[in-house]
């Protein structure tokens, strides 16, 4: 499985972004699928999942009501959008799938990776 994420970028406090992340494989329906980001200097953290349907989705309450993850697994792609952006979600974002039949926040339970993509937020 590969993972291409894209879509980050520069916008100002309170704009919007949305990042997508492609999937390589056939059977990306049945893959739950998230996005995690990590700042300079801390943890990689959970920001949202998507359950392989798409029916279950779990946000970090950092992001609750502003960032919505979605998935087409018609185009085997996941997206994460953003709204009402803030200087502290200054971060690189990763997808990750798992491949398995148990995931949680912690990132150990995602076997699977993108290359990141960057979103900065100025204030």
């Known amino acids: 499985v590969q993972l291409q994420a894209s879509g980050g970028g520069l916008v100002q406090a309170g704009g919007s972004l949305r990042l997508s992340c492609v999937a390589s494989?056939?059977?990306?329906?049945?893959?739950?699928m998230a996005w995690f980001r990590q700042a300079p200097g801390k943890e990689r953290e959970f920001v949202s999942s998507?359950?392989?349907?798409?029916?279950?989705?779990d946000n970090a309450d950092s992001v609750k009501g502003r960032f919505t993850i979605s998935r087409d697994n018609a185009k085997n792609t996941v997206y994460l959008q953003m709204n009402s952006l803030k200087p502290e979600d200054t971060a690189t974002y990763y997808c990750?799938?798992?491949?398995?039949?148990?995931?949680?926040?912690?990132?150990?339970?995602?076997?699977?990776w993108g290359q990141g993509t960057q979103v900065t937020v100025s204030s």
């Open positions: 990750a799938l798992n491949s398995g039949k148990y995931y949680s926040r912690r990132s150990y339970t995602w076997n699977y």
């Open positions: 998507i359950s392989g349907s798409g029916v279950d989705t």
């Open positions: 494989g056939r059977t990306f329906s049945s893959y739950a």
